[in-house]
């Protein structure tokens, strides 16, 4: 690993001031558990290490009948799961959380860092760039091995997919995130808030690299809504999921009044299914609903080659969600 | 004096069951507080005075002619204290992440600083590194001679039924979790201290004595306790070497040099990929009578061997082809039990498949023609019928496709394998010292799978004194040399020159109390602590007494191994039985419950012995389904070289583990045989042809990722057998 600057501020004023507005030059540390391995691969080489762990205000969950969930940005997501109320209202939350099965990542990792880990994509992590180019310009990821790559938005020039597992469930709950930053805070859609870059010099995210990311706000939990998160992972140790889908779905009786389906590590953004969600509104949920849902949501999926599979297990995915949040179907 | 030397020769034999305290008993590992509490130190934990760090500059092509090196700036950066080009100017490299510099910094940042620093430039070549098709090979395909036994077109003609199928493993690597590395330091100009992470200790100082131009009895050799080889930790390596070169340079000071998690991944050891067409004949009653295969394969550049198929049964027709495949994937090392495991995928799937296509249960297939196992024939069968009953496989196996509503399909599988894991040479001192404490030294090593202990259990046994009053001194070239350890060769090696030295010691004690106790040497035995007289234990003297009359010296004797007796024997047989289930929505596998039924003769430690193989089942479990070094054929690099992807299994992943041991008069009397190697053999087979009972169709290659059982699966409905 390089050699960096460390500091520690404990206001996110100061933390803002310590950021340069220049990618690269500095980096955010809270869990480190993405950070560090980057560093150590010699993927990002910031001169300076920013700690957001000793902001008080980054810190702790709350939460009121009336405005719904704060998550501060810091928080781990041990802490996420050790709260009673996220258990009681935020069930595809949970799920998310859960799936992340290592004691140690839990421990360090922050629902902040969640959202802004980088893709995990083997040219990227190699040193290929986030849109893996050789110096010819051509798609590493086209030409070589995309088993693990995204089956959807997968129109170019990035073919990686968004890492993260709390981000599907997140949205699929309407949650925004306030971001601070030179010119003070504001929020934004955590929806809108990914991006799939057209250049290499573009980030996921709309994020300024003196921004930083404090709070997650998720909206009071409607009522007569269920949800869940299903995780189709190899391993039930550590690994990442190959596909993950949240639902959140608002009934009115016996029909669905409203619908979220959020798909994960599919595309460089999580990616919302309005074609699913539009065939569950207005129906009550049966098997062959859920199924209906299923496809719509890979219906404009495609194969770069050798990830053909992901996307029956993203329809997979898509239908045992619904069919855990509506209390039935098979679970992990 | 003959009559003497005939007695002696006839008390080299290991002592009867009602003569055993601790052999063959549950014994918990001797050095294992030493390593649950982190005290126990490993290579890696070598801290020496003013050491630097030592760093590699690898190559990042698979396939690449070195066209400018210049490492002047690195020479002159603060910090840096010697530079050492492995490779020069025209040098061909064959794959990606091979060396070409060394240095030697004050601290690890700074050695990588150096290595980014020093100019390289390549001349890409092309490179290959696809295997699975060796019509996609070219000339990097290399028949090898064409076997036949038998008459292998008759006996297909006669076979009423015939299985054909495909099936395979990818390569995989052996991924220690304690990387390889060494910490080397010259003390003057001729003597060098190596403390390396190794499976063989006694042999490292030959290795470097020639690259370093010192004798080898000036290099010493250590290593307290290693974290995983798996045959992969023989040799010195050239960065070994390295370590010690940049260490003279710099005055002699210690050099580190441990491999980071992807150079361990990319350069330190693969297993060969193994993939072949095979076909199966038989009569209808299930007598298998003809065997024809096509295997292909890669380890890199040098060429693969043909596989020992058909593996365990000596089908009597044969044809055998195998073309090896050269490749820019990396180095391939021995990885416990070579050859093995891949030989036993490809015959007992295909005589799954066969026994499928018969209607019949693999497990009855497997007990009818059990015979062409030859003269362990009798132990495969009884150990069959125990690990049947361990699985209830008879209650609960069913024809291919489990037939149960929903997505999750279970079924079972079978396997059996063999290896030999004979003794190897080793000396050993034994030491009574007059206190009554006894130590013993030897050259050895402890892969990690209880040798101290195996050691201290036969030493104590011998002397009839606890465990405890045994020290066990291994891992030091300053002790008498023993083996290196692989092939499943130590135990025998160990135990045996132990048990020589024991038995050489009392005979010397029991010479020296004869008198005392009014008795001739040979009425005394050793037991409970005591040395007495054999039917009259009212004359007897306390070990610690006994020793005493050492007056005052030391007795040190040589045990060795080969010697006099037969103490180790080859040929260790045994069987698995795999129970999963597969959500054929996903393709994901997981394991409910693996049975190994195992013999190794006798049975030093019965607690290591069981420890060794759910090891080995966790080890087979993870390459069955997790395992791959992925190559790209693009860069020609591992895409995987990291713990994230490539995927080992955890605690959560292997299911009910059941371990039965084979003991008894008849397993006993053969002595004692290694134990590493066989229980890492079957998982691969067992598991594969469960998934098939459970989906009905054969998932040819491991590992069987969720992408693999899926595309079986979607090509299910044409069957590989014709009736």
Redesign the interface.
């Known amino acids: 690993?390089?050699?960096f600057e460390y500091v520690s501020p404990t206001t996110k004023e100061q933390a803002v001031a310590l950021l340069s507005s220049t990618w690269g030059e500095t980096e955010i540390l809270a869990g480190g558990t993405d950070l560090l391995a980057l560093m150590k691969?010699d993927v990002v080489r910031p001169r300076r290490l920013v700690n957001i762990k000793e902001i008080a205000e980054l810190r702790g969950i709350s939460f009121s009948a009336s405005t719904g969930l704060r998550i501060g940005a810091t928080v781990t997501l041990s802490e996420l799961l050790d709260h009673p109320d996220v258990w009681r209202h935020y069930p595809a939350l949970v799920q998310a959380a859960r799936g992340v099965?290592s004691p140690q990542i839990r421990s360090m990792g922050t629902v902040g860092g969640d959202l802004c880990q980088r893709p995990?994509c083997?040219?990227f992590?190699?040193g290929f760039g986030l849109l893996a180019r050789?110096q010819t310009g051509r798609s590493?990821v086209l030409?070589?091995?995309n088993?693990?790559h995204a089956i959807l938005g997968n129109e170019g020039p990035a073919y990686f997919v968004n890492p993260s597992s709390l981000a599907p469930a997140l949205i699929a709950y309407g949650a925004r995130l306030r971001i601070f930053g030179p010119r003070g805070t504001r929020e934004v859609l955590l929806e809108r808030f990914f991006r799939i870059p057209k250049s290499e010099a573009e980030r996921e995210y709309d994020l300024q690299p003196n921004e930083i990311v404090t709070e997650i706000l998720v909206p009071p939990p409607p009522v007569g809504m269920v949800s869940a998160t299903y995780e189709?992972r190899?391993?039930?140790?550590?690994?990442?999921p190959?596909v993950t889908a949240s639902v959140a779905l608002v009934f009115d009786g016996q029909r669905v009044r409203s619908a979220r389906v959020v798909l994960g590590q599919v595309a460089p953004i999580p990616w919302p299914s309005p074609e699913a969600e539009r065939a569950l509104v207005g129906k009550a949920v049966t098997e062959e609903v859920a199924q209906a849902a299923a496809d719509a949501a890979v219906q404009r999926a495609r194969s770069l080659g050798?990830n053909e599979?992901k996307i029956?297990?993203a329809r997979?995915a898509v239908r045992r969600a619904i069919q855990q949040a509506v209390g039935g179907g098979?679970r992990r | 004096m003959a009559e003497r030397d005939a007695m002696e020769m006839a008390e080299y034999k290991w002592p009867e069951p009602e003569r055993r305290r601790l052999i063959g008993k549950r014994i918990s590992r001797v050095d294992g507080p030493e390593k649950v509490t982190g005290r126990a130190k490993y290579t890696y934990d070598v801290n020496r005075p003013g050491m630097l760090a030592g760093k590699i500059l690898r190559c990042p092509y698979a396939h690449a002619r070195i066209a400018r090196l210049d490492t002047s700036a690195v020479e002159k950066m603060p910090g840096v204290q010697a530079v050492l080009p492995l490779k020069k100017v025209g040098d061909e490299i064959l794959w990606a992440g091979d060396e070409v510099v060394a240095v030697a910094a004050v601290d690890e940042p700074t050695a990588e600083d150096a290595i980014r620093a020093i100019v390289v430039e390549y001349e890409k070549l092309p490179h290959f590194v696809l295997d699975t098709d060796p019509k996609a090979a070219g000339e990097r395909a290399r028949p090898a001679a064409e076997q036949v036994e038998g008459d292998p077109d008759a006996a297909f003609r006669e076979a009423e039924v015939v299985a054909e199928g495909l099936y395979g493993m990818s390569l995989i690597t052996h991924c220690c979790l304690e990387a390889h590395g060494a910490v080397v330091e010259w003390e003057g100009e001729n003597n060098v201290l190596v403390h390396i992470s190794t499976q063989a200790v006694s042999g490292i100082a030959g290795q470097m004595a020639g690259p370093l131009g010192v004798p080898a009895g000036n290099i010493r050799v250590k290593q307290e306790h290693i974290g995983g080889g798996f045959g992969s930790k023989f040799g010195p390596d050239s960065w070994g070497i390295a370590a010690a070169r940049l260490s003279k340079m710099a005055g002699g000071r210690p050099v580190k040099i441990m491999l980071e998690r992807d150079a361990e991944l990319m350069v330190a050891g693969a297993r060969p990929s193994y993939y072949g067409r095979v076909r199966v004949g038989a009569k209808r009653d299930g007598t298998v009578i003809a065997w024809e295969s096509e295997t292909w394969g890669t380890g890199g550049i040098p060429p693969t061997s043909p596989l020992p198929v058909p593996y365990v049964l000596r089908i009597p027709n044969q044809r055998k082809r195998h073309i090896a495949i050269v490749t820019n994937s990396g180095p391939a090392r021995a990885w416990r039990a070579p050859l093995h495991p891949q030989a036993c995928l490809l015959t007992m799937a295909a005589l799954d498949d066969l026994a499928a296509a018969l209607r019949m249960d693999p497990l009855d297939l497997l007990l009818k023609n059990i015979e062409l196992a030859g003269e362990r024939a009798d132990v495969y069968r009884e150990e069959l019928q125990i690990a049947a009953e361990l699985m209830e496989w008879k209650k609960r196996w069913h024809p291919r496709g489990d037939p149960s509503p929903g997505p999750i399909k279970r079924g079972l599988g079978v396997s059996i394998h063999t290896w030999p894991g004979r003794g190897h040479a080793c000396r050993c001192d034994l030491t009574i010292h007059p206190d009554g404490s006894v130590e013993v030294k030897l050259g050895s090593q402890d892969l990690g799978t209880g040798t101290r202990t195996a050691i201290a259990i036969v030493v104590a046994d011998t002397l009839g004194i606890p465990l405890e009053a045994v020290r066990v001194r291994i891992g030091d070239t300053q002790y008498p040399p023993a083996g290196g350890s692989g092939g499943s060769t130590t135990i025998g090696g160990v135990s045996s020159a132990a048990r020589r030295a024991a038995l050489d010691a009392l005979d010397q004690l029991f010479a020296r109390i004869a008198p005392l106790l009014n008795a001739s040497p040979d009425q005394l035995e050793a037991w409970d602590g005591r040395i007495r007289v054999k039917g009259d234990p009212s004359r007897s003297i306390a070990w610690e007494h006994a020793c005493a009359r050492l007056d005052g010296m030391p007795l040190t004797v040589r045990g060795e191994n080969p010697g006099p007796g037969e103490l180790t024997t080859a040929g260790a047989a045994g069987v698995q039985m795999a129970d999963v289930s597969v959500d054929i929505e996903t393709g994901i596998v997981r394991i409910n419950k693996m049975v190994a039924v195992q013999d190794c003769g006798l049975i030093i430690n019965m607690k290591t012995a069981e420890s060794q193989c759910y090891g080995a089942m966790i080890m087979g479990i993870s390459y069955a389904l997790y395992e791959e070094k992925i190559m790209d054929p693009v860069t020609g690099r591992m895409l995987n070289p990291n713990m994230e992807f490539y995927k080992l299994a955890g605690l959560a992943d292997i299911g009910e583990l059941v371990v039965h041991m084979m003991t008894g008069e008849k397993y006993d009397r053969r002595g004692v045989i290694g134990l590493g190697e066989p229980p890492v053999i079957s998982p691969g087979a067992a598991i594969s042809n469960a998934v098939a009972n459970a989906i009905g169709v054969r998932v040819p290659f491991l590992p069987l990722t969720p992408e693999r059982v899926l595309e079986a699966l979607a090509k299910k409905g044409g069957s590989h057998a014709r009736v």
């Not at chain 1, 190899?234 to 990442?240: F, K």
Request: proline share 0%; net charge neutral.
């Open positions: 690993m390089r050699a691969d099965t995990r083997w040219y992590r190699s050789d590493l030409e070589g091995d088993r693990y189709v190899q391993r039930e140790v550590l690994d990442w190959l050798k599979y029956q297990l997979v098979t």
